[in-house]
């Protein structure tokens, strides 16, 4: 399964971290969209190379790492059937894959550590999808699918 991964410069490190953790020990085939450093860059340009590779099944699942996890999740839903959610907790990570298949993942980098951050992709990653909670993810698609021109 191949899973997309991105940051901006305050997620930098954390990604670095969780790259190899996910190739090496998660076995999964990861993709690196970015940033290459911790010299500052927009968010936004990251955060929608993640949305789009899963939008347009490039890739299974996206993880966007950047300060604080929230304003990647933003841009994030703003693309076409994205689900992203904000995951700096076990309980958060279980929840969207459980109860709303989120598809995208996002992280703050300078508000969890590495231990935990793992943790987190461990749980998510591993995490079914529920469809008794279909009704509810439909209802967020037909929401979305109102406002498409």
């Not at 996910?22 to 936004?44: F, W």
């Not at 996206?62 to 693309?79: L, P, T």
């Amino acid at each position: 399964m191949k899973i997309v991964i991105a940051s901006d410069h305050g997620g930098y490190e954390l990604k670095e971290i969780l790259k190899k953790y996910i190739s090496d020990e998660l076995k999964y085939e990861i993709v690196d969209l970015g940033t290459n450093s911790n010299v500052a860059v927009d968010y936004p340009d990251f955060a929608f190379l993640v949305a789009n590779s899963v939008s347009s099944n490039q890739a299974k699942y996206g993880i966007m790492i950047d300060g604080i996890g929230v304003a990647s999740s933003i841009v994030c839903n703003k693309v076409p059937n994205i689900r992203s959610a904000v995951c700096n907790d076990l309980f958060s990570a279980k929840s969207s894959r459980e109860h709303n298949n989120a598809n995208v993942i996002t992280m703050g980098g300078r508000v969890i550590g590495s231990g935990l951050a793992k943790e987190i992709i461990k749980v998510w990653l591993s995490t079914e999808f529920d469809p008794r909670h279909q009704t509810r993810v439909d209802k967020i698609k037909n929401i979305e699918s109102s406002f498409r021109k």
